[in-house]
């Protein structure tokens, strides 16, 4: 396995022609960008200022998030279970000659363009000076989900069972972006409100599908070009359960068990 990775990282895809996949420099340049903007520049700019009324802005941009992770989302049904003929076995990408290769492409890549749209969110936070919640868990998730789509695309492909991992995340993020929108129209509402743990949860489902779905690959014999790649989606699954089971606690349980001490 570990010869395997060595050579993997040795030998980028053949099919990297899309802006931003080609070479590590472009995309790490931003994510520095991104984290000295976040970390430095940002709450450096807004140090002596009043926060920013971005309202109206958030809920273009929430209702354009919904739309966009829905119809990635239907797409992508669409074209596992009905061109690219998935086997949930073995998800396997298609041949560079086959005759639907663009679909996972464009699938692929606007999922990748997405993870730079998301980062919008943590600008948002910093002009309406809202610096509790640029935590260490939002920002690691941005930069992860930034790297990883294109480290995949870069030495796997597109598509294959990294599609099937991200065509979950497409699922979240939309029930996600939707309850964004909902607290966006009412910031007080305890009905609309209650349900936010309950997306934690959502994404702790996501993560062990994610596990589950990469170890049953691992186990199937015939399947060793899919291999790899279940082992990186299963990493990654891992890394996020951890961070994600360490955020429900701290934030739903022990504040609950501090209370009944109290």
């Given at each position: 396995m570990f010869s395997q990775i060595w050579d993997f990282m040795r030998t980028p895809s053949e099919d990297v022609k899309l802006p931003l996949l080609g070479s590590h420099w472009p995309i790490l340049t931003i994510i520095g960008t991104y984290l000295l903007l976040v970390k430095v520049i940002g709450p450096k700019f807004m140090e002596n200022r009043e926060p920013f009324d971005l309202r109206a802005v958030i809920k273009v941009y929430n209702k354009m998030q919904i739309v966009y992770n829905l119809l990635m989302f239907v797409f992508t049904i669409h074209f596992?279970?009905?061109?690219?003929?998935?086997?949930?076995?073995?998800?396997?990408?298609?041949?560079?000659?086959?005759?639907?290769?663009?679909?996972?492409?464009?699938?692929?890549?606007?999922?990748?363009?997405?993870?730079?749209?998301?980062?919008l969110e943590t600008f948002f936070f910093i002009l309406r000076k809202k610096d509790r919640?640029?935590?260490?868990?939002?920002?690691?998730?941005?930069?992860?989900?930034?790297?990883?789509?294109?480290?995949?695309?870069?030495?796997?492909?597109?598509?294959?069972?990294?599609?099937?991992?991200?065509?979950?995340?497409?699922?979240?993020?939309?029930?996600m972006y939707i309850y964004y929108y909902q607290s966006s129209l009412n910031r007080n509402s305890k009905a609309v409100l209650w349900w936010k743990k309950y997306m934690t949860t959502i994404q702790l489902i996501q993560f062990v599908i994610v596990l589950l779905h990469s170890i049953y690959t691992l186990f199937q014999p015939d399947c060793e070009i899919a291999k790899?790649?279940?082992?990186?989606?299963?990493?990654?699954?891992?890394?996020?359960?951890?961070?994600?089971?360490?955020?429900?606690?701290?934030?739903?349980?022990?504040?609950k068990q501090k209370k009944r001490l109290e």
């Amino acid at each position: 396995m570990f010869s395997q990775i060595w050579d993997f990282m040795r030998t980028p895809s053949e099919d990297v022609k899309l802006p931003l996949l080609g070479s590590h420099w472009p995309i790490l340049t931003i994510i520095g960008t991104y984290l000295l903007l976040v970390k430095v520049i940002g709450p450096k700019f807004m140090e002596n200022r009043e926060p920013f009324d971005l309202r109206a802005v958030i809920k273009v941009y929430n209702k354009m998030q919904i739309v966009y992770n829905l119809l990635m989302f239907v797409f992508t049904i669409h074209f596992m279970f009905g061109p690219g003929n998935f086997d949930l076995r073995c998800i396997r990408n298609l041949p560079m000659d086959h005759e639907y290769k663009n679909w996972e492409r464009i699938l692929c890549y606007s999922y990748f363009v997405n993870k730079f749209i998301d980062m919008l969110e943590t600008f948002f936070f910093i002009l309406r000076k809202k610096d509790r919640q640029i935590s260490f868990l939002h920002v690691f998730h941005h930069v992860y989900m930034m790297y990883i789509p294109f480290f995949y695309i870069h030495y796997i492909g597109y598509g294959g069972h990294g599609l099937f991992v991200v065509f979950w995340n497409m699922l979240v993020h939309s029930i996600m972006y939707i309850y964004y929108y909902q607290s966006s129209l009412n910031r007080n509402s305890k009905a609309v409100l209650w349900w936010k743990k309950y997306m934690t949860t959502i994404q702790l489902i996501q993560f062990v599908i994610v596990l589950l779905h990469s170890i049953y690959t691992l186990f199937q014999p015939d399947c060793e070009i899919a291999k790899l790649s279940s082992v990186l989606c299963a990493i990654f699954a891992v890394v996020f359960l951890i961070l994600f089971i360490n955020f429900y606690i701290s934030t739903y349980i022990l504040p609950k068990q501090k209370k009944r001490l109290e």
